[in-house]
T-cell receptor
Framework: DTGVSQDPRHKITKRGQNVTFRCDPI?????LYWYRQTLGQGPEFLTY????????KSRLLSDRFSAERPKGSFSTLEIQRTEQGDSAMYLC???????????FGPGTRLTVL | KNEVEQSPQNLTAQEGEFITINCSYS?????LHWLQQHPGGGIVSLFM???GKKKHGRLIATINIQEKHSSLHITASHPRDSAVYIC??????????????FGQGTILTVHP
């Protein structure tokens, strides 16, 4: 158990619907990362938070994607107007400032029909 | 070409065999990680390397910074080692913070 939780674990939605995922790291994780993993591939970086500040966003994060970490604790990732290409595992990872090891949550598997 | 390449993509072994998974990268790094992912998604960090060699139980990880290459070895493999093994690098410098760049993973199946 890494201490990082994600909710929901699975989400099935219809194309065009909005979805929101949540990540809860442990309190010591000043840094929080979101990654996306499609079937048979390694994860790809989406975005990074240091406390509540979103400091980097990948070009993969189109304008349909938005992420927040309002109080520097939990984070949410929202996808608007979902497309079938959004089907993937969405992973978050927490890290202490100055640390070098990321602790991954179990992921949210999104299926867009 | 991906910045991180792993080989092989799939590996099947009999219980007890010695296993090697290779990782090559093309960017400057501050650290390299070996990760294990079981069915269902959870990723666990096995090793973090910036030089040399590390050992934990039956697992050994090595890195050659000059050649930009790392290997993960499993001695006396066991069916419970069956998982996806992923190499990931922490890119050095700039504003990359700690984001990881991942290889595509190696699917290991160990048969009894």
């Amino acid at each position: 158990d890494t201490g990082v939780s994600q909710d929901p674990r699975h989400k099935i939605t219809k194309r065009g619907q909005n979805v929101t995922f949540r990540c809860d790291p442990i309190s010591e994780h000043n840094r929080l990362y979101w990654y996306r993993q499609t079937l048979g591939q390694g994860p790809e970086f989406l975005t990074y938070f240091q406390n509540e500040a979103q400091l980097e966003k990948s070009r993969l994060l189109s304008d349909r994607f938005s992420a927040e970490r309002p109080k520097g604790s939990f984070s949410t990732l929202e996808i608007q107007r979902t497309e079938q290409g959004d089907s993937a595992m969405y992973l978050c990872a927490g890290e202490v400032a100055g640390g070098m090891v990321q602790f991954f949550g179990p992921g949210t598997r999104l299926t867009v029909l | 070409k991906n910045e991180v390449e792993q080989s092989p993509q799939n590996l099947t072994a009999q219980e007890g065999e010695f296993i090697t998974i290779n990782c090559s990268y093309s960017v400057g790094i501050s650290a390299l990680h070996w990760l294990q992912q079981h069915p269902g998604g959870g990723i666990v960090s096995l090793f973090m390397l910036s030089s040399g060699k590390k050992k934990h139980g039956r697992l050994i990880a090595t890195i050659n910074i000059q050649e930009k290459h790392s290997s993960l070895h499993i001695t006396a493999s066991h069916p419970r080692d069956s998982a996806v093994y992923i190499c990931a690098v922490r890119v050095a410098g700039g504003t990359s913070y700690g984001k990881l760049t991942f290889g595509q993973g190696t699917i290991l199946t160990v048969h009894p």
